[in-house]
């Protein structure tokens, strides 16, 4: 019995120093794993950020070429109309010139037209006056004529 207890005295460290060996073993295996899987994570980490950021990049290179697209699209639909403005301003300007023109001539003309027209009835009333100073004229010498032969019929 005592030797028993003697050699488990002298058995029982070294068991437990080799249990604790493995244990040890155990943990730095069980370290080196997740030390590995946290590389391997912080890999992938790494990874899924140079995607997230490139897959960003290029939406916003996407998005850049659509909105410089869009603006250059807008741009010339402005331009665009822009001069379809100025054309439409030219196209008055010329028609009011025209109409200006057109008023102006219409206004000579109705001076000339009441001129001509005074002109006429001036020409008009100056011939019934002579008309009818030619009618009282040859009724006159009518007259004198009856009254010589009356008064030669008489004699």
């Known amino acids: 019995n005592d030797d ?14 080799t249990v604790m060996k493995e244990e040890l073993a155990t ?3 069980k370290l080196d794993d997740r030390e590995g899987t946290i590389r391997v ?3 992938e980490l790494k990874k899924e950020r140079e995607m997230s950021s490139k897959k960003l990049d290029d939406e916003r290179e996407q998005y850049q070429g659509k909105l410089a697209a869009e603006k250059t699209k ?17 196209e008055k300007k010329e028609l009011t010139e025209k109409c200006n023109c057109l ?13 001509d027209l005074k002109l006429a009835m001036e020409k008009q009333v100056a011939e019934l006056q002579r008309t009818r100073d030619m009618c009282m004229a040859s009724e006159k010498m009518r007259r004198e004529r009856w009254l010589e032969a009356k008064t030669s019929k008489i004699k």
């Open 4 to 17: 028993r207890e003697d050699i488990t005295k002298i058995i029982a460290p070294e068991i437990h120093r």
């Open 41 to 43: 994570l912080r890999e």
């Open 74 to 90: 807008y741009e010339n639909a402005m331009k665009r109309h822009q001069r379809f403005i100025c054309k439409l301003i030219g």
């Open 27 to 29: 943990a730095l295996l």
């Open 103 to 115: 008023a102006r001539k219409i206004e000579q003309m109705e001076e000339k037209f009441h001129k």
